[in-house]
């Protein structure tokens, strides 16, 4: 029996974070940080999402969300992972049964890097940093890894439960496509755009419309 309970480090095994490594395509403190938002998603909220009677907001795009996906099972495929661009390490998770929700936000301070490392970070993607000073990186990185994954979660995340949350509804199959006027390519009805007698896919209307100066 794994224990969900509020406490010290991750309760979720080694080597189901070696299959969450193969998932993303590798470690880093982003994906740590998923995999602890989502210990909190699946003890507050319920299980491994089969269908979508859980739904997940995700604030941002950045490695965490992979974790989340693989571990709460909401995805982008399900219609029950949304993605609002925010900017911001915070996840809304709802269960459609009772409406209970809860947002999982990041504390200042518990992603942040060492001035070190920020510089190194800057200086590999650069492609500038010396092999020394790439092995300090990935020693760091590799760090900070264990660090995220061993932390209390009152360390890393400010959990708040929210009344009268509005659920997403459920993701709607559509039927019909329609070949687009401008490039010929199947687009989803309801996607699609009327121009001067034309059905456009979104990406053909916006460069068929002069932009206003």
């Given amino acids: 029996m794994v224990d969900r309970r509020r406490g010290t480090g991750t309760w979720v095994p080694p ?24 210990e909190v998603a699946l003890r507050e909220v319920g299980p491994h999402s089969s269908d979508e009677e859980v739904v997940t907001l995700v604030e941002t795009d950045m490695c965490a969300v992979d974790a989340i996906q693989y571990l709460t099972g909401c995805t982008f495929g399900k219609g029950n992972l ?9 996840y809304t998770f709802i269960r459609r049964s009772d ?11 518990a992603f942040a890097r060492s001035p070190e490392h920020a510089k190194l970070s800057s200086r590999v993607r650069e492609g500038s940093a010396t092999e020394e000073e790439r092995a300090r990186y990935k020693e760091q990185r590799a760090g900070r890894v264990e660090a995220i994954l061993r932390a209390s979660e009152e360390e890393l995340y400010a959990v708040e439960e929210l009344e009268g949350a509005e659920i997403p ?24 755009r009327r121009l001067e007698g034309r059905e456009l896919c ?6 068929a419309v002069p932009a206003k100066e």
């Fill in 15 to 38: 080597e189901t974070v070696e299959d969450i490594v193969r998932f993303h395509g590798h470690m880093c403190p982003g994906l740590a940080m998923g995999i602890r938002a989502a």
């Fill in 82 to 90: 949304i993605h609002l661009d925010h900017g911001k390490n915070a």
């Fill in 99 to 109: 409406g209970k929700a809860i947002r999982v936000s990041t504390l200042a301070g």
């Fill in 169 to 192: 509804p459920v993701a709607r199959i559509h039927g019909g496509s329609v070949s687009c006027d401008g490039c010929g390519e199947p687009t989803m009805e309801t996607r699609v």
């Fill in 202 to 207: 979104p990406a053909c209307f916006g460069t």
